[in-house]
């Protein structure tokens, strides 16, 4: 009998895989999406070997977390602890370890030329990387939560694993992977809250506070996530009027806020304590976070007190105060800057940087997957359609009660997307916004189109029957649009008609080198203008 070819090999393979129990294919669709995320994320995070964007300030920050020196920066203290890990362990393995990068800390913003020579970018990039590969399993987790099947809640995590604008930006020491994953996490334990009763509620609730501390510790945008624990509680009030349930709300809402509170007190506290050496005053940075702090810090700084509530609260509200000018002091408009309100449709994209050899060039581009953002905008919009359709169809089914709790979290999670869009789009009044501040709402469009697949495929036969046929072509789609897109994420080289061909059929990037216009010809006096 001949030996089974390598095609009936996989056949039977993937025969063994669709038809094993479905815990172990959960399992196992796990696991591929994190070694997806790995490949994505994780690797070549030299590349470039130049510091991009936010990196400019951060690289700064960190320098000056690395010598202790007390400092405030534009954004909470948590985000940059975990790069000051990074550099620290990266220190242990001999990365960076003879380069001298004390004068990075003498200002708040670098020109990204002045890099010292030979500095290698892994180790203060790597924790945002790795906090991304976290994000792409609880992506996984937040769809099974709410779709009940390993594989599709596998090929909708593809939304966020070959996301090109999530990767180039979780990929670089910015902020936003570490927001990122606390978001996921608290939308996670939410799911345990919403329409159920937690096995241990004052924990779960406590939970959610918790990893909404953490988000709002490294942007404080995140704060507007606290409104899904009001939802929970709001919904368990409404179905339930009686003065037994109030008080349970009460406890619950209260643990949230305590959790909250105790995770914003503890890292303030540790930011003070990780950094007990004074700002030098003689540097730009140094003369800044000085004349920002007030006078019981300075003392506490001065070794004329003891570390003391006091000392912490007069801390924080130096960094609140330090926070708030720059937030009234930032422009309002600026070439990169976009419009909240057109972010569904991916305006705009940002070049980050690119470099030329003379006959390509490299782009390190924060375009989005085409494919997922499309998918998004469906979300939001089927969303829509089906929760005005909700109220006219009121036909009873078998499945009524899980009809309607997927009803019930597709409204919650589309109220959310909307408070999250709304509130952005006032912020754009008052300062410039860019299109990743948007990242949040875009991961829950991505959750609103995982719901709506699956609302349909219980209400329309013909969807049900092709649904895995669907779904693989899904899969297909979103991985072929980010291998297209990858060289813009990835910072490879390209030459301008390769370029060209990404801008079909919209403009998503202005290649370089672009052709400089001509200088306008002098003006030649007209025999008219001479006539006296």
């Given at each position: 009998?001949?030996?089974?070819?390598?095609?009936?090999?996989?056949?039977?393979?993937?025969?063994?895989?669709?038809?094993?129990?479905?815990?172990?294919?959960?399992?196992?669709?796990?696991?591929?999406?994190?070694?997806?995320?790995?490949?994505?994320?994780?690797?070549?995070?030299?590349?470039?070997?130049?510091?991009f964007w936010d990196e400019s300030y951060y690289l700064?920050?960190?320098?000056?977390?690395?010598?202790?020196k007390a400092q405030y920066a534009s954004h909470p203290?948590?985000?940059?602890?975990?790069?000051?890990?990074?550099?620290?362990?990266?220190?242990?393995?001999?990365?960076?370890?003879?380069?001298?990068?004390?004068?990075?800390?003498?200002?708040?913003?670098?020109?990204?030329?002045?890099?010292?020579?030979?500095?290698?970018?892994?180790?203060?990039?790597?924790?945002?990387?790795?906090?991304a590969v976290i994000s792409a399993l609880l992506f996984?987790?937040?769809?099974?939560?709410?779709?009940?099947?390993?594989?599709?809640?596998?090929?909708?995590?593809?939304?966020?694993?070959?996301?090109?604008?999530?990767?180039?930006?979780?990929?670089?020491?910015?902020?936003?992977?570490?927001?990122?994953?606390?978001?996921?996490?608290?939308?996670?334990?939410?799911?345990?809250?919403?329409?159920?009763?937690?096995?241990?509620?004052?924990?779960?609730?406590?939970?959610?506070?918790?990893?909404?501390?953490?988000?709002?510790?490294?942007?404080?945008?995140?704060?507007?996530?606290?409104?899904?624990?009001?939802?929970?509680?709001?919904?368990?009030?409404?179905?339930?009027?009686?003065?037994?349930?109030?008080?349970?709300?009460?406890?619950?809402?209260?643990?949230?806020?305590?959790?909250?509170?105790?995770?914003?007190?503890?890292?303030?506290?540790?930011?003070?304590?990780?950094?007990?050496?004074?700002?030098?005053?003689?540097?730009?940075?140094?003369?800044?976070?000085?004349?920002?702090?007030?006078?019981?810090?300075?003392?506490?700084?001065?070794?004329?007190?003891?570390?003391?509530?006091?000392?912490?609260?007069?801390?924080?509200?130096?960094?609140?105060?330090?926070?708030?000018?720059?937030?009234?002091?930032?422009?309002?408009?600026?070439?990169?800057?976009?419009?909240?309100?057109?972010?569904?449709?991916?305006?705009?994209?940002?070049?980050?940087?690119?470099?030329?050899?003379?006959?390509?060039?490299?782009?390190?581009?924060?375009?989005?997957?085409?494919?997922?953002?499309?998918?998004?905008?469906?979300?939001?919009?089927?969303?829509?359609?089906?929760?005005?359709?909700?109220?006219?169809?009121?036909?009873?089914?078998?499945?009524?009660?899980?009809?309607?709790?997927?009803?019930?979290?597709?409204?919650?999670?589309?109220?959310?997307?909307?408070?999250?869009?709304?509130?952005?789009?006032?912020?754009?009044?008052?300062?410039?916004?860019?299109?990743?501040?948007?990242?949040?709402?875009?991961?829950?469009?991505?959750?609103?189109?995982?719901?709506?697949?699956?609302?349909?495929?219980?209400?329309?036969?013909?969807?049900?029957?092709?649904?895995?046929?669907?779904?693989?072509?899904?899969?297909?789609?979103?991985?072929?649009?980010?291998?297209?897109?990858?060289?813009?994420?990835?910072?490879?080289?390209?030459?301008?008609?390769?370029?060209?061909?990404?801008?079909?059929?919209?403009?998503?990037?202005?290649?370089?080198?672009?052709?400089?216009?001509?200088?306008?010809?002098?003006?030649?006096?007209?025999?008219?203008?001479?006539?006296?």
């Open positions: 009998m001949p030996a089974p070819s390598f095609i009936q090999k996989a056949k039977d393979f993937a025969d063994r895989l669709w038809n094993a129990d479905d815990q172990t294919l959960r399992w196992m669709l796990g696991v591929l999406v994190i070694v997806l995320a790995c490949f994505n994320f994780v690797r070549d995070l030299n590349n470039p070997n130049h510091a700064t920050t960190t320098q000056r977390y690395e010598e202790g203290p948590l985000g940059f602890m975990f790069m000051d890990a990074g550099v620290k362990a990266g220190k242990l393995l001999g990365i960076n370890k003879n380069i001298d990068t004390h004068f990075l800390g003498d200002v708040k913003k670098i020109d990204s030329r002045v890099v010292p020579k030979g500095y290698d970018f892994t180790p203060i990039r790597m924790p945002s990387a790795l906090f996984y987790l937040i769809i099974l939560r709410l779709n009940g099947e390993a594989f599709e809640a596998f090929v909708f995590s593809l939304l966020f694993v070959f996301e090109n604008a999530y990767i180039v930006h979780f990929r670089a020491a910015h902020l936003d992977s570490y927001q990122f994953t606390f978001t996921l996490g608290s939308i996670l334990v939410w799911l345990y809250t919403f329409g159920r009763e937690p096995k241990r509620p004052l924990l779960t609730y406590a939970a959610f506070g918790l990893l909404c501390g953490l988000s709002f510790m490294v942007k404080v945008n995140s704060l507007v996530m606290l409104l899904l624990g009001a939802l929970s509680l709001g919904r368990a009030l409404w179905m339930d009027h009686s003065r037994p349930n109030w008080l349970r709300q009460f406890w619950r809402g209260t643990s949230v806020a305590g959790a909250f509170l105790a995770v914003v007190a503890l890292f303030f506290t540790l930011h003070v304590v990780f950094n007990p050496n004074a700002p030098d005053t003689s540097t730009k940075a140094g003369a800044r976070d000085n004349g920002a702090m007030g006078q019981v810090y300075k003392d506490y700084l001065a070794h004329k007190r003891g570390l003391s509530p006091a000392v912490v609260w007069d801390a924080t509200v130096g960094y609140y105060k330090y926070m708030k000018y720059d937030f009234t002091g930032e422009v309002k408009t600026e070439p990169n800057g976009s419009q909240p309100v057109l972010w569904p449709f991916m305006a705009k994209a940002i070049t980050y940087r690119w470099d030329f050899d003379g006959k390509k060039t490299a782009y390190t581009h924060m375009v989005g997957n085409p494919v997922n953002w499309g998918l998004g905008l469906v979300g939001i919009v089927g969303a829509a359609v089906l929760i005005s359709r909700r109220r006219f169809d009121r036909k009873d089914t078998t499945d009524a009660e899980a009809r309607a709790m997927d009803f019930d979290r597709l409204e919650a999670l589309f109220a959310m997307f909307m408070v999250f869009w709304v509130f952005h789009i006032y912020l754009g009044i008052h300062r410039v916004m860019y299109i990743y501040h948007y990242f949040i709402g875009l991961a829950l469009t991505y959750l609103l189109a995982a719901l709506c697949f699956r609302i349909v495929a219980r209400q329309v036969p013909l969807v049900a029957k092709h649904r895995f046929g669907i779904l693989c072509g899904l899969s297909i789609l979103i991985a072929v649009s980010y291998l297209f897109y990858a060289p813009l994420t990835y910072h490879q080289s390209m030459t301008k008609a390769e370029c060209n061909l990404r801008n079909i059929p919209v403009t998503l990037v202005v290649c370089q080198p672009a052709k400089k216009k001509p200088a306008p010809l002098p003006v030649k006096p007209s025999a008219d203008l001479n006539k006296s």
